[in-house]
């Protein structure tokens, strides 16, 4: 996707905090309790982390219908706009290195007693192609779009400052993945969401 239009500094309209508290606390949905009794109401294993897996792009969806029909913005203002191929091809390139690192990251942490890698990996070896590839795109597409362009851009415009805007938005993306990670893995968490930030604030490209 193309880079994000700088926009005027703005008052924190009511769908301003409302878009923010989706993109930065909605996605810790998925850990609350009765999100828990959804998943129970889904039966199956895959059924519940296909719920899961939705739940993040109904986030997504409040978060930019709060910015287009509340602040009445363009997309472009968060980066959402007509992908180029240069830009395809740079975020792949990127995609492949960083999570390879991260492979190797949970490897270390593993080897050393502080990560389970081989439960989390069992189950979704265990899951269907779709479901994979739906986990892949969500992760892809809704954590950088919630995380990156949308908190980052909106934190800008209402703090004034990107490094502290960065800062909240990779706070927010480490807390989410804490229930998977786990407090003696969260460097995982905290390099991969670091690398893709500074990435973002070099190209303003998600």
Same mark, same amino acid.
């Given at each position: 996707?193309?880079?994000?239009?700088?926009?005027?500094?703005?008052?924190?309209?009511?769908?301003? %905090?409302?878009?923010? /508290?989706?993109?930065?606390?909605?996605?810790?949905?998925?850990?609350?309790?009765?999100?828990?009794?959804?998943?129970?109401?889904?039966?199956?294993?895959?059924?519940?982390?296909?719920? /899961?897996?939705?739940?993040? @792009?109904?986030?997504?969806?409040?978060?930019?219908?709060?910015?287009?029909?509340?602040?009445?913005?363009?997309?472009? /203002?968060v980066g959402l706009v007509k992908p180029r191929i240069g830009s395809i091809l740079f975020g792949l390139a990127i995609g492949v290195s960083v999570y390879v690192g991260l492979?190797?990251?949970?490897f270390v942490l593993w080897k050393n007693g502080l990560f389970d890698a081989k439960a989390p990996a069992?189950? %979704?070896?265990?899951?269907?192609?779709?479901?994979?590839?739906?986990?892949?795109?969500?992760?892809?597409?809704?954590?950088?779009?919630?995380?990156?362009?949308?908190?980052?851009?909106?934190?800008?415009?209402?703090?004034?400052?990107?490094?502290?805007?960065?800062?909240?938005?990779? /706070?927010?993306?480490?807390?989410?993945?804490?229930?998977? @990670?786990?407090?003696?893995?969260?460097?995982?968490?905290?390099?991969?969401?670091?690398?893709?930030?500074?990435?973002?604030? @070099?190209?303003?490209?998600?």
């Open positions: 996707m193309t880079q994000a239009t700088d926009m005027p500094p703005r008052g924190a309209s009511p769908w301003t %905090i409302a878009g923010l /508290a989706c993109a930065l606390f909605g996605p810790l949905l998925m850990t609350t309790a009765p999100m828990q009794k959804l998943y129970v109401l889904a039966g199956s294993g895959l059924a519940s982390v296909a719920v /899961a897996q939705s739940t993040l @792009w109904f986030v997504l969806a409040a978060a930019l219908a709060c910015h287009v029909f509340g602040d009445r913005l363009p997309l472009a /203002a492979y190797a990251i949970a069992g189950q %979704i070896l265990q899951w269907p192609l779709w479901l994979r590839l739906l986990m892949l795109i969500t992760a892809g597409v809704v954590e950088e779009a919630l995380f990156r362009g949308f908190a980052i851009e909106r934190l800008t415009a209402l703090t004034g400052r990107r490094w502290l805007a960065a800062l909240i938005a990779l /706070a927010a993306f480490v807390v989410a993945h804490l229930p998977f @990670w786990g407090l003696g893995a969260v460097a995982t968490p905290i390099v991969g969401g670091g690398f893709f930030t500074l990435v973002y604030l @070099w190209r303003r490209d998600l």
